[in-house]
């Protein structure tokens, strides 16, 4: 793909520059399937490319007809997709989080701990984090094993809670670490040995330590290696959620591209509301810059349609 740019040297939607992207946008826009046309753009340039869906909705599977798992399944030469299961991740969170408080806490507290966990796991948000966690893994893999990742997000809520996540879980778990710390001070006194706070013997603080780096570094990462691309449609109030949509991600720092206005009808078929909302988006993302996607034909899936939305997708952004 070519790297074409606003006249302000706004990088375009997709941008191989950029090893991280997310595409984010409303429920029905098409993300999807610009998330995976990207991703297959990429890897016919000779890259290695993970593409992975952040949404329940699993339906990356569907635009790339395949079958998808929480592990990479080629696509392509030099594409892998995978579809991570959040049930499946918050399992795995629990089973880890379990085999610490066994080393960490007595025997006879581990029946309550398992209670405790298994209330978490039920509770708003677990799904989220976890699949944060499955995302920093792949993000950290970026630049070794793969050259791009690109993220098919979920709506824009749970992406503007995804970006966020590292940043609002680092105090967090900071602060579980000092009381992990003080409490194993507090047993080296009670036992009266010099060795009792050494954290090589505490798995528990081990492993908070390692989380509290990984989540710094996953934030640092994103304001520095990723941009957000975001999908809207030409319809007023598609258009009112991405406009607040990228208010929240300028605001917390995040590196935009030009917004994509995706499933524009042929001249003379938007209608008299779908050419206002048409140029309604277009000015107000100008300082971004907009790359125009007409209406398919067809439903664009596997991967030979989806390269038709290639050029457009390499278009200059409109002004």
């Known amino acids: 793909m070519t790297t074409p740019t606003t006249p302000d040297g706004v990088t375009a939607p997709f941008s191989p520059a950029a090893p991280i992207t997310f595409v984010g946008g409303k429920g029905g826009v098409g993300k999807t399937t610009l998330a995976a046309a990207h991703a297959l753009a ?29 592990e990479p399944t080629p696509i392509a030469p030099g594409l892998w997709a995978a579809e991570p299961d959040a049930d499946a991740a918050v399992r795995r969170r629990i089973a880890h989080v379990a085999e610490d408080a066994r080393r960490a806490v007595p025997r006879e507290v581990m029946p309550a701990v398992h209670r405790h966990l298994e209330q978490a796991g039920a509770s708003p948000g677990m799904a989220e984090s976890a699949l944060a966690d499955l995302l920093v893994d792949r993000m950290e893999e970026v630049g070794d094993r793969w050259d791009h990742l690109v993220v098919d997000s979920a709506p824009t809520g749970h992406l503007l809670r995804l970006l966020h996540l590292p940043t609002l879980l680092t105090p967090w778990v900071r602060g579980l670490t000092r009381q992990r710390e003080r409490a194993r001070r507090a047993e080296a006194l009670a036992d009266v040995v010099g060795s009792g706070g050494d954290e090589a013997d505490d798995p528990l603080l081990e ?30 109030m598609v258009l009112a959620e991405t406009g607040r949509a990228v208010d929240q991600l300028s605001e917390a720092g995040f590196r935009l591209a030009p917004v994509i206005v995706n499933q524009i009808p042929p001249d003379g ?51």
């Open 269 to 319: 078929a938007a209608g008299p509301d779908g050419a206002r909302a048409l140029t309604l988006t277009q000015e107000r993302f100008a300082h971004l810059g907009v790359v125009r996607v007409p209406l398919q034909d067809g439903e664009p899936t596997g991967p030979e349609r989806l390269r038709r939305l290639v050029p457009f997708l390499d278009a200059v952004p409109a002004r």
């Open 207 to 236: 492993r908070l330590h390692a989380r509290r780096h990984r989540l710094e570094r996953a934030a640092a990462r994103l304001r520095e290696d990723a941009v957000v691309t975001l999908v809207t449609l030409p319809r007023r």
């Open 42 to 70: 990429l890897a016919d340039a000779g890259r290695r490319v993970l593409v992975v869906s952040t949404d329940p909705a699993h339906s990356l599977g569907d635009a790339l007809e395949r079958p998808l798992s929480d």
